[in-house]
């Protein structure tokens, strides 16, 4: 473990999905059930749309336990094995590294907001190490039990402009919220998460970086 010795953590993981899950990601929900080191449930929400109404669902239904963490991770992207020891940073939000496919490149989801307070990837940074930002995707996501005690429903949600196209995702809406709030953003580069589209963007996002 990267970050000192594991205990007994309740963590809650809910995958929305339309009814496919990627292959790779079922064999590691296999091998999250049978860990000894955390407390773990599974809910696999389905055919839920749209995906803010998804990610909604799976809060409400963490809220009815007494879980500590919610694992948010979509169904085409595969963590590491060790994805459960974000739980010992005990940060509010937290995100492994992950890559997403944007125009014709494919950027980390690692952002900070410039002089401008506009939300830019961060294209330089190291690997295995901590990083505060402001804000984070959502395809996997750590967050503590707290941090829906300070936000309104619905956690998350489109921002929209005033003439109905979109304005942000629910990602950076409910980063942007919370750190609003005095809560804080974290992503750790020595985690990285595998993001399949027809191809793994985690192995060409780190080629484009090198």
């Not at 939000?93 to 506009?118: C, H, Q, T, W, Y």
């Not at 996501?141 to 109905?164: A, C, N, S, W």
Request: aromatic content about 10%; overall charge neutral.
């Amino acid at each position: 473990m990267k970050n000192g010795q594991r205990s007994k953590t309740s963590i809650y993981i809910g995958i929305p999905n339309m009814g496919e899950i990627e292959t790779e990601l079922s064999i590691r929900l296999l091998e999250w059930q049978q860990n000894r080191h955390y407390h773990i449930f599974l809910r696999t929400p389905a055919y839920i749309r749209p995906i803010p109404a998804a990610r909604n669902q799976i809060v409400a239904d963490f809220l009815q336990t007494d879980f500590e963490f919610l694992l948010m991770n979509d169904s085409d992207v595969v963590p590491p094995p060790d994805i459960l020891d974000l739980a010992g940073f005990r940060k509010d939000i937290i995100s492994p590294l992950i890559f997403v496919r944007k125009d014709n490149d494919v950027p980390p989801m690692l952002l900070k907001k410039n002089d401008e307070g506009e939300l830019t990837i961060m294209k330089k940074f190291e690997l295995n190490s901590l990083y505060e930002v402001d804000a984070v995707g959502t395809g996997c996501i750590m967050i503590h039990q707290r941090v829906f005690y300070h936000l309104e429903k619905p956690y998350f949600k489109y921002r929209m402009t005033p003439d109905g196209k979109l304005d942000l995702g629910e990602d950076f809406d409910f980063c942007e919220r919370a750190k609003a709030r005095n809560l804080k953003v974290f992503a750790h580069t020595g985690y990285i998460a595998k993001h399949f589209g027809k191809i793994d963007l985690s192995w060409v996002g780190m080629n484009l970086l090198k």
